[in-house]
């Protein structure tokens, strides 16, 4: 991510720390989307030569994900390949530059308290990051199964989320990460993992 110039000196780029097993989808340009995908793909079906519908859906799928993040301001997609035991762990997080139309910065208490008077079940607080004062929503959403049948209310799952509101030093922008799994069983746990790769967030020149 590379932040536009400015007077007060933004810093030019972030890094973050992923465990081992994150897959990062660079989402824009479109050419290196594309690229990161068929990288994606190509190391999940790596030896596997007689499944060529299944690596087509997932080449599909990701491509809409991707498309669909790349639209909403997003310039980084990471997804969690790591594994335990033979299952996969599911989560993503999704970086965002978010711009905001304001003449001066705003304080991570004013957009908390924004954001928890929205209602809903979620946990709105401040926190104190290495890269400054950072704004976390934790929050769970229930997610319609994928074949669920609408007449089927009940099949349904709770995802669990959160952002990360983390304001660029010397913009008005905030970056955004939002982290997602669907295993709401293990939500402490898997928001323990989201804290502390927010927590390695640092601003490079």
């Known amino acids: 991510m590379t932040t536009a110039a400015h007077e007060s000196g933004p810093p030019r780029d972030y890094r973050l720390l992923l465990p081992d097993g994150w897959f990062r989808i660079v989402l824009d340009p479109p050419e290196e989307r594309e690229r990161s995908i068929d990288a994606l793909v190509e190391r999940q079906f790596q030896g596997i030569d007689n499944a060529p519908h299944l690596k087509d859906d997932l080449r599909k799928d990701l491509r809409r994900r991707s498309a669909k993040a790349a639209r909403s301001g997003g310039v980084e997609l990471y997804l969690s390949l790591q594994q335990v035991g033979p299952f996969t762990i599911p989560a993503s997080l999704l970086v965002t530059l978010a711009p905001l139309q304001h003449p001066q910065p705003l304080p991570a208490q004013a957009l908390a308290q924004a954001l928890a008077a929205d209602g809903g079940e979620a946990t709105v607080s401040t926190e104190e990051l290495p890269s400054g004062e950072a704004v976390r929503v934790r929050r769970l959403t229930t997610q319609p199964e994928p074949d669920a049948d609408a007449s089927a209310p009940n099949e349904s799952h709770r995802s669990v989320s ?43 020149e």
């Open 162 to 204: 959160v952002e990360y509101h983390v304001p660029v030093p010397g913009t008005t922008a905030f970056l955004l990460l939002t982290f997602s799994t669907p295993l709401e069983p293990i939500a402490d746990a898997m928001a323990e993992l989201f804290d502390a790769i927010a927590g390695s967030l640092t601003w490079t």
